[in-house]
């Protein structure tokens, strides 16, 4: 089993960053691939970004490219999306999500581990 935990969310003005984190209870985390994906009030879960098991291959929605940064540091169990130049459409709860595999999965339903979530708020 893979427990994961978000941090990080909050409230931001338009145009400022804001930093998550997701901590994952794992024997062995770089045996996971890791994604970020977020859900606005009457919206589907959505891809934003995935990064593969080494962290050397990222992936992101065409919707957060140039501004979002995935990363992850094996050794502390950790993923991280760095979330800069943010609009109010990216208000969501963000979830952090894990599955085995080689690729940077986009889907919610190739996914087989999910965190809480922690919400992210953009004012204009």
């Known amino acids: 089993q893979v427990q994961l935990v978000e941090s990080g969310g909050g409230l931001v003005q338009a145009g400022g960053s804001l930093g998550l984190s997701c901590a994952a209870s794992?024997?062995?985390?770089?045996?996971?691939?890791m994604g970020w994906f977020r859900q606005a009030p009457g919206n589907e879960r959505e891809f934003v970004a995935a990064?593969?098991?080494?962290?050397?291959?990222?992936n992101y929605a065409d919707s957060v490219k140039g501004r979002f940064t995935i990363s992850r540091d094996n050794a502390k169990n950790t993923v991280y999306l760095q979330m800069n130049s943010l609009k109010p459409e990216d208000t969501a709860v963000y979830y952090c999500a894990a599955r085995t595999g080689t690729y940077s999965y986009t889907t919610p339903n190739e996914y087989d581990y999910w965190g809480q979530g922690t919400q992210v708020t953009v004012s204009s």
């Open positions: 794992v024997r062995t985390f770089s045996a996971y691939v």
């Open positions: 990064i593969k098991r080494s962290g050397g291959s990222t």
